[in-house]
């Protein structure tokens, strides 16, 4: 996870296009100056960074269900819930699931585990829209071959 | 069985809290009930669900945007459920 590159994600570990699910790992770091603030003393991951991490995990699999032809941008969550504290240094197996796929826009259900125990989950809307340029589009690419995002699992379903 | 404005009534009180006396054949979805896009995206899914349809909210959208047709023809709520009509039919066929 790099906090202030807001690259949450660090390695996909399932994508199944049939199934339309996700799973993907991110380890919160043990040390990082948003802790120093959040809280001086008692650091936890911010609820809005796991919403982040619940966001990034449902975003790469809905462009892995499109070919990274067209790119999800947060719109809105709905029933979110943080039910743990989350500290630093622990893995987090975020999981999501695409609800449906409209005309220009995305529902997806998500939640994050640490260690088998759920500790947030939301659901999510995306708009989704053609990539602005290439360069976006190629650099998501190159992320995506950063995480280990299956690409051989595209054009399955 | 529910008319499909009836439904699509049911799906905007439920989603914008808009009062159900309110809501007209006549009204249009954006201009007279004052539903924005992101909240339009929630009646969108549920329509989408409720009916097994996936509106084609790209295409309108474009088609207006082109000129090609007015947002009364898609978002005035007789129209939409005409819209709505024409899709289940054509599921259907």
Same mark, same amino acid.
């Not at chain 1, 799973?23 to 120093?36: G, W």
């Not at chain 2, 007279?32 to 309108?60: C, H, N, R, V, Y």
């Given at each position: 996870?790099?906090?202030?590159?807001?690259?949450?994600?660090?390695?996909?570990?399932?994508?199944?296009?049939?199934?339309?699910?996700?799973?993907?790992?991110?380890?919160?770091?043990?040390?990082?100056?948003?802790?120093?603030?959040?809280?001086?003393?008692?650091?936890?991951?911010?609820? %809005?960074? =796991?919403?982040?991490?619940?966001?990034?995990?449902?975003?790469?699999?809905?462009?892995?269900?499109?070919?990274?032809?067209?790119?999800?941008?947060?719109?809105?969550?709905?029933?979110?819930?943080?039910?743990?504290? %989350?500290?630093?240094?622990?893995?987090?197996?975020? !999981?999501?699931? =695409?609800?449906?796929?409209?005309?220009?826009?995305?529902?997806? !259900?998500?939640?994050?585990?640490?260690?088998?125990?759920?500790?947030?989950?939301?659901?999510?809307?995306?708009? %989704? %829209?053609?990539?602005?340029?290439?360069?976006?589009?190629?650099?998501?690419?190159?992320?995506?071959?950063?995480?280990?995002?299956?690409?051989?699992?595209?054009?399955?379903? | 069985?529910?008319?499909?404005?009836?439904?699509?009534?049911?799906?905007? &009180?439920?989603?914008?809290?808009?009062? *159900?006396?309110?809501?007209?054949?006549?009204?249009?979805?954006?201009?007279?009930?004052?539903?924005?896009?992101?909240?339009?995206?929630?009646?969108?899914?549920?329509?989408?669900? &409720?009916?097994?349809?996936?509106?084609?909210?790209?295409?309108?959208?474009?088609?207006?945007?082109?000129?090609?047709? &007015?947002?009364?023809?898609?978002?005035?709520?007789?129209?939409?459920? &005409? *819209?709505?009509?024409?899709?289940?039919?054509?599921? *259907?066929?």
């Amino acid at each position: 996870m790099r906090l202030e590159y807001f690259r949450l994600i660090d390695r996909i570990l399932e994508f199944d296009p049939v199934g339309r699910t996700i799973q993907a790992e991110a380890i919160v770091p043990t040390q990082s100056t948003v802790f120093e603030g959040h809280f001086p003393g008692y650091p936890l991951m911010p609820g %809005v960074l =796991l919403l982040e991490v619940m966001a990034q995990a449902s975003g790469w699999m809905i462009i892995g269900l499109n070919g990274f032809t067209r790119m999800p941008f947060l719109a809105a969550f709905k029933e979110a819930k943080l039910r743990s504290f %989350v500290t630093p240094g622990q893995s987090l197996t975020a !999981k999501a699931e =695409l609800l449906h796929e409209g005309s220009g826009y995305a529902m997806t !259900k998500a939640e994050i585990q640490v260690d088998g125990k759920r500790v947030c989950n939301t659901e999510i809307t995306f708009r %989704v %829209v053609d990539f602005p340029n290439p360069a976006f589009r190629a650099s998501m690419e190159e992320v995506a071959a950063a995480i280990a995002f299956p690409m051989e699992t595209l054009n399955h379903g | 069985m529910a008319s499909t404005f009836d439904t699509v009534v049911n799906i905007i &009180t439920e989603t914008c809290d808009i009062p *159900r006396d309110t809501i007209k054949p006549e009204s249009h979805a954006i201009n007279d009930l004052g539903i924005d896009s992101l909240d339009f995206l929630d009646i969108a899914f549920a329509i989408d669900k &409720t009916f097994g349809i996936k509106m084609p909210l790209e295409q309108w959208t474009q088609e207006v945007n082109e000129g090609k047709a &007015t947002t009364e023809q898609y978002f005035v709520l007789q129209n939409l459920c &005409t *819209r709505i009509d024409e899709l289940v039919a054509a599921k *259907r066929a």
